[in-house]
Each structure stands twice: as C-alpha cells, then as structure tokens.
C-alpha cells in the first residue's frame, strides 16, 4: 500500500519532468529493502538499489530484472559520508535525479544491553541514524533544485515504545523518527514530501 502511495503521489508531477520517476533504496540486498524494490519496480519505477553486500544486491538485481524491471545497483557504507556524496554524483550521472529516496538500511542486533558490544552500539547508531543523515543531506539538494521529491526512513514500532533486548535499536528507531518530525517541519513550506514508516518486525 505505501508503495503504491508513494508512485501515486510522485507521478502526479511527471508531466513536468523529462525523467522517469527514480526510486532509490538503501538495504535493497534482502528482506524488506528487496522486497520493496520488488514492489516498486512492478509498479513502472526505475529502482536504484543500494546496499554494502553487492552479492545480495545482486540478486535483487536479478530478480527485478528477470520480471523486465528497471533497476540499476551500487555498493555502498552508507555511514561513509565521503561515499555517500560520491553514490549522490553517480546515479545523478548515470541515472538521473531521485525522485523517491527510502532510508532502509539498518541491523537489529537482539540481546540484553549488557550484551551489546562497544562495536555493535556503534555500528547501529552509525547505520540506523548518521547513514539517514548522510543520505538526506547528499539526496535533498537535487529535490531541492526540482521543487519536487519525497524522502521516506523506515522506523519501526520500536521507534514507539521500548522492547526488551533491543535497547540500542530502540534508541535508533526514535531518533529516526524524530529526524523525519523535524524534516518535515523543515520542509513544510517547500513542495518535498517525508515519510516516516513504523512497521512491525519483519524477517
């Protein structure tokens, strides 16, 4: 159903454009991120699929492809800002702008607090949170520059209410929330549209 909103609501403008509307999703390799590039390629949108692990990504690839979809792939950290910023000027050249950004990218390591490594906090906060930052900042100039676009961070319902053995992914699923409440308000006199989606666990 968000997938179709979302196409829905972004080919209104597509009469005034040259491009094709642009869906890029980070963690496109596997589970959700695939399923939704799935989804969004079935619906006519050119797919660009991001994620770290390029052999997941590739079979994302390959699916979408094999049901004579559009999508075009790229490996990227996306807690490397450098990188980020260099992935924003690569599918600007080689595919056009993003219409559609979908922060997906993120891990949920499940284990009491007092289990949680250094390593592992660190590694969800700098996915979870800082890779929503770096995208949005290295994305919006573009949609900016068009007067059109739509920026989407999948949060969770973790994002809403606490839940035993997921203190740090908690922590990270309410500052993503927060970050798209005060984009939003950022935004609210420009004509770029945020999302934020809280869904429930998926594998």
Request: glycine share 8%; net charge neutral.
């Amino acid at each position: 159903m968000v997938c179709q909103e979302l196409v829905t609501s972004s080919t209104v403008y597509r009469s005034s454009y040259s491009c094709l509307l642009h869906l890029q999703i980070s963690g496109a390799g596997h589970g959700m991120g695939r399923e939704m590039a799935l989804r969004f390629g079935r619906l006519g949108a050119v797919v660009i699929a991001v994620d770290i692990n390029p052999a997941g990504n590739e079979e994302t690839f390959k699916m979408i492809k094999g049901e004579k979809g559009k999508i075009h792939k790229y490996e990227c950290d996306v807690t490397d800002r450098a990188a980020v910023f260099k992935l924003a000027e690569k599918v600007s050249k080689e595919v056009g702008d993003v219409t559609i950004l979908v922060n997906n990218a993120g891990i949920m390591p499940c284990k009491p607090i007092l289990k949680h490594s250094e390593k592992e906090i660190r590694s969800e906060v700098d996915i979870n949170v800082i890779g929503n930052l770096w995208m949005i900042q290295a994305f919006l100039p573009s949609m900016l520059e068009n007067n059109h676009g739509h920026i989407v961070a999948m949060s969770s319902m973790a994002g809403k209410m606490g839940l035993r053995n997921l203190v740090p992914y908690c922590g990270t699923k309410y500052a993503a929330r927060g970050i798209m409440e005060a984009l939003a308000v950022e935004l609210y006199e420009d004509p770029r549209d945020t999302t934020g989606v809280c869904t429930s666990f998926s594998a």
